[in-house]
Antibody, heavy 121, light 108 residues
Framework: EVQLVESGGGLVQPGGSLRLSCAASGFTLSSYWMHWVRQAPGKGLVWVARMNSDGSSTTYADSVKGRFTISRDNAKNTLFLQMNSLRAEDTAVFYC??????????????WGQGTLVTVSS | SYELTQPPSVSVSPGQTARITCSADALPKQYVYWYQQKPGQAPVLVIYKDSERPSGIPERFSGSSSATAVTLTISGVQAEDEADYYCQSAHSSGTYWVFGGGTKLTVL
């Protein structure tokens, strides 16, 4: 069974940093492109970042570019999101998500349950 | 920027047909994906590549595409279908992804 379990969320002050982790099981992480998607309280889904299967290529939403870094450790079946210079507007549930495997099939087939990040003083 | 537009809300009575549209502001149009999200839960994929249905998704969920918009249709709506629905696509050869603003489906 495919499982994605996020951790690392919590309360952080504006300007602070936080590192999220996503533990993958039930599949071979190194075969899949992965994403982070966030959702502010009561708001919609917002794509944050994408990383290719071997970690050599990344893309980011403009709102987080230069502040957030997606990375992965395929040997440990774990995806990460390093978040720096956090702002109040970054407050959200952050989801780890797996991209569908077929070329050109740009959708998400599995989501984690999310971890809440609250940026507040 | 590439944006997807959805109506904020749709309401239908049980047994009726609900249609939720998703329009893109740029061409060429890429495939669209639809997700269902119930309160406190992670999203679930209900339609991929405009009109394909994943295994385990009821047949009452279908998708279609035209030159101007993509539509999620739920035929014979049931109370359990009440949820938020999001469309999603990707551009620049899959490099940048975008979600629509979401549509709250209310079953009256």
């Amino acid at each position: 069974e495919v499982q994605l379990v996020e951790s690392g969320g919590g309360l952080v002050q504006p300007g602070g940093s936080l590192r999220l982790s996503c533990a993958a099981s039930g599949f071979t992480l190194s075969s899949y492109w992965m994403h982070w998607v966030r959702q502010a309280p009561g708001k919609g889904l917002v794509w944050v970042a994408r990383m290719n299967s071997d970690g050599s290529s990344t893309t980011y939403a403009d709102s987080v570019k230069g502040r957030f870094t997606i990375s992965r450790d395929n040997a440990k079946n774990t995806l990460f999101l390093q978040m720096n210079s956090l702002r109040a507007e970054d407050t959200a549930v952050f989801y780890c998500a797996r991209e569908r495997p077929a070329p050109g099939d740009w959708g998400i087939d599995y989501w984690g349950q999310g971890t809440l990040v609250t940026v507040s003083s | 920027s590439y944006e997807l537009t959805q109506p904020p809300s749709v309401s239908v009575s049980p047994g009726q047909t609900a249609r939720i549209t998703c329009s893109a502001d740029a061409l060429p149009k890429q495939y669209v994906y639809w997700y269902q999200q119930k309160p406190g839960q992670a999203p679930v994929l209900v339609i991929y590549k405009d009109s394909e249905r994943p295994s385990g998704i009821p047949e009452r969920f279908s998708g279609s595409s035209s030159a101007t918009a993509v539509t999620l249709t739920i035929s014979g709506v049931q109370a359990e279908d009440e949820a938020d629905y999001y469309c999603q696509s990707a551009h620049s050869s899959g490099t940048y992804w975008v979600f629509g603003g979401g549509t709250k489906l209310t079953v009256l």
